[in-house]
T-cell receptor, first 114, second 112 residues
Framework: AQKVTQAQTEISVVEKEDVTLDCVYETRDTTYYLFWYKQPPSGELVFLIR????DEQNEISGRYSWNFQKSTSSFNFTITASQVVDSAVYFCALIAGNNRKLIWGLGTSLAVNP | DSGVTQTPKHLITATGQRVTLRCSPR?????VYWYQQSLDQGLQFLIQ???????AKGNILERFSAQQFPDLHSELNLSSLELGDSALYFC???????????FGPGTRLTVL
């Protein structure tokens, strides 16, 4: 079975704090792709990152960083020095094997307070 | 702006009615996907088309149907609407298969 679990339903932080959003995935396929999307209050889904199963290198993009660990089936997302504009729901998602559909976690709602 | 367009942005209709949601993919993308986002079920894959042909089907009700036209735009038809069909419907596009799916702004459907 393929599944994505985001155990944190809601997180609230104060501006400038670092915050990590957890994502655990399940798949028996050796080839798979992991994604993070952001859904701000306006409702659109914004692509953040795509990672394939053969590339465990961590990635940093500005204040965003991602930690992919196959040993623990996790693909965690860290925001450094959070800002109010980071307030959104963040989704982790998986495409595995011959599937073309995104399998979604339930999302983590992040509130960054001034 | 993802380059994927969806119309209308909002739709309010009554139970039993039929509506059509429209999606235009990014230039060059051959695959179109439809997803439903509801409070109780989260984001669910409905259906995928590639270059005019159905490629994959998810949790799509028999009352729902979709198609992709020669110009690659896609339409999602929802009929015999029920209150539970109220949701945000997203269209996404990608070049192919495992490529990144870019999402349109969504159509918020309210069934009264």
């Amino acid at each position: 079975a393929q599944k994505v679990t985001q155990a944190q339903t809601e997180i609230s932080v104060v501006e400038k704090e670092d915050v990590t959003l957890d994502c655990v995935y399940e798949t028996r396929d050796t080839t798979y792709y992991l994604f993070w999307y952001k859904q701000p209050p306006s409702g659109e889904l914004v692509f953040l990152i795509r990672r394939n199963s053969f590339d465990e290198q961590n990635e940093i993009s500005g204040r965003y960083s991602w930690n992919f660990q196959k040993s623990t089936s996790s693909f965690n997302f860290t925001i450094t020095a959070s800002q109010v504009v980071d307030s959104a729901v963040y989704f982790c998602a998986l495409i595995a094997g011959n599937n073309r559909k995104l399998i979604w976690g339930l999302g983590t709602s992040l509130a960054v307070n001034p | 702006d993802s380059g994927v367009t969806q119309t209308p942005k909002h739709l309010i209709t009554a139970t039993g009615q039929r509506v059509t949601l429209r999606c235009s993919p990014r230039s060059g993308d051959l695959s179109v996907y439809w997803y439903q986002q509801s409070l109780d079920q989260g984001l669910q894959f409905l259906i995928q088309y590639y270059n005019g042909e159905e490629r994959a089907k998810g949790n799509i009700l028999e009352r729902f149907s979709a198609q992709q036209f020669p110009d690659l735009h896609s339409e999602l038809n929802l009929s015999s609407l029920e209150l539970g069909d109220s949701a945000l419907y997203f269209c996404a596009s990608s070049v192919e298969g495992h490529d990144t799916q870019y999402f349109g702004p969504g159509t918020r459907l309210t069934v009264l």
